[in-house]
Nanobody, 123 residues
């Protein structure tokens, strides 16, 4: 059974940092690409960053230079290091996974989702 569990969210002041983690289990294939999405109240879910199974990464323009996505294959864990946080980064953050060699910013591309972790940035 596939399972994604996020952790690491919390409340920080603007300019601070957080590191999100997503523990993945139940995948028998190594061809899994993953992504981070976020959704603020009243807004649509948007892509933050993704990493393909081969390691290529992509970032939304709004987080380039501030966020870093990475994965630890041995631990089956996806990370999102978030620096220089802004109030507009406040949202529920979700990790997602798909059995594919490529990743996407389209949320319907992904088959599996975690329950989310809340990030709140105060000014």
């Amino acid at each position: 059974q596939v399972r994604l569990v996020e952790s690491g969210g919390g409340s920080v002041q603007a300019g601070g940092s957080l590191r999100l983690s997503c523990a993945a289990s139940g995948y028998s294939s190594s061809t899994v690409s993953m992504g981070w999405f976020r959704q603020a109240p009243g807004k649509e879910r948007e892509a933050v960053a993704c990493v393909a199974s081969g390691g290529a990464t992509a970032y939304a323009d709004s987080v380039k230079g501030r966020f870093t996505i990475s994965r630890d294959g041995a631990k089956n864990t996806l990370y999102l290091q978030m620096n220089s946080l802004k109030p507009e980064d406040t949202a529920m953050y979700y990790c997602a996974a798909v059995r594919s060699t490529s990743c996407s910013f389209w949320y319907k591309f992904y088959d599996d989702w975690g329950q989310g972790t809340q990030v709140t940035v105060s000014s």
